[in-house]
């Protein structure tokens, strides 16, 4: 008997000894900076015989296209090299949202804590922000209430109905059942356009049955503090519940014509079966009459391979759905991976990109696998934020009380901590501010009838209101 062989002198058919180059997983961005980078522009991007990297100041252009030639060409008369021979596209586009990263980190100064005697001054108007209550156990959606007050929902499964003056809270009973489960739970919840005359309340929530899970839509009424007249609008087939717990997507808006949409996230199924394909309801945008039946009118309506309600594909999480009731256009805001955060608008039957293009890249640092931005078959953003914000709650800004803000969109953010005022003209990000930041993971934004800004917030959990300095 031979004796066995050490670990060492085991031997390796000649078939995979060729193939062993390419199962090496491909540097992570901190590797390729440290061998490429560091040398000039200091570990830390502080600077060095190459200039500082997280200054903020750029001589050669400071969008993120021109931080990328300038790494692929080099700058000549310099000592920036060209880098293209050494580094493939999609890892200088891994390079661009790494030195992001880092920029956004020095550059970020720390803001105040809340304060109702504050006054805070942005471009064009300033403003106070005033606590209204206290929460707990993560809020996710607010709405205000016509006849005053609030209802919020908790990702633990409970709806509130806090008072005008935001001093009490309510449970409303009866509630569906919502499994809590990582980024899951009981969502959001807006109220049927004729509220006033039908009272419909519209939940988004997670079900399943604890082991896998699915992003569904239910409405009902609220009598005598508890639910009532309890409708499914949209469930999934059993086939589509999956254990992943995040990306669920769940934000619900009208059209103010009959419809209702809801977004559903792609629940990390990046390839086959996912956002790509329009026969499941992983990383769609979907459509329905108010009563949940399907619009004969819906672009994938007489496809017999598309999933139920399909209006738009292509998403990866989104977690911001707003209509511009001037203009009748539905705007949406979506996660990207490590950077590529984006804001989009959104038409009818239209492939928004994801996986296959994102301006971000894997979370452990790697380069997106194509990494490709854009395809002319694909919708590109509007707008998007590298590093990412973790873009959550959208809202027009409605009313008089900002008369500078009015028609812009409000985009809050977790990882961010911010509220960002975007201004829209011929479909593009003309203007960008943040109104504040550091005062917690902003879930959602919402605006009154009578333009008052409410924000939803976690860590703390809380509902704030943006008023004018006057």
Known sequence: MSP???PSRLLIPACLVATLPLLAAPPKVEELYKSYCAGCHGPEMQGGSGKSLVSGVWKNGGKDEDIARVIANGVPNTGMQPMSKALDPAQIRAMVVYIREKEAHATRAPAPKPDPAKVYHAATESFRLETIAELKNTPWGVTPLPEG??????RSGTLLALSADGKTSVKVEGVPASIETGQGGLMDVALHPDYAKNGWIYLSLTEGDKTKFATALVRGHIKDGRWTDNEWLWKVEPEFHIPANFHFGSRITFDGKGHV????????RNMNHGAQDIATPFGKIIRLMDDGK??????FANDPKAYRGLWSYGHRNPQGLAFDMRTGELWEDEHGPRGGDELNLIKPGLNYGWPVVTFGMNYDGRPWEKGETSRPDMEPP????TPSIAVCGMAFVTGDRFPSWKNDILVGALAGQEVR?????DHKAVEQETLFRDLGRVRDVKCGADGSIYVLFNSPDRLVRILPAK
């Open 149 to 154: 007050g609030w209802l919020v929902t908790e």
């Open 382 to 385: 509007v707008t998007y934020w």
């Open 294 to 299: 399907t619009p004969a009118d819906n672009p």
């Open 421 to 425: 005022r975007i201004k829209i003209g």
């Open 261 to 268: 949409f809801l977004s559903s996230g792609e629940r990390g």
């Open 4 to 6: 066995r062989p050490s």
